[in-house]
């Protein structure tokens, strides 16, 4: 993998959860929103697994946000 590339993905787990915090959500919670487990979430924002393009826009529409504030 490219190193931009990885750069990208952290910045995207640490907006994961930095959303995810401001909108008083837990791991669990996002999960069920978007129909994926806890443990999903937790490896996401721990950089363990990288999301998906659709996995990123059903997170973005429940933190309520556009995805492309996952890259900034």
Known sequence: MQEFELKYLEIISKNIKKYR???????????????????????????????????LLKIAFVLDIYPQRFFE
């Open 21 to 55: 915090e401001e909108k008083a959500l837990s791991q669990e919670e996002l999960g069920e929103k978007v129909d994926c487990s806890r443990e999903f979430i937790n490896r996401v924002e721990n950089r363990k697994e990288d999301p998906s393009l659709k996995m």
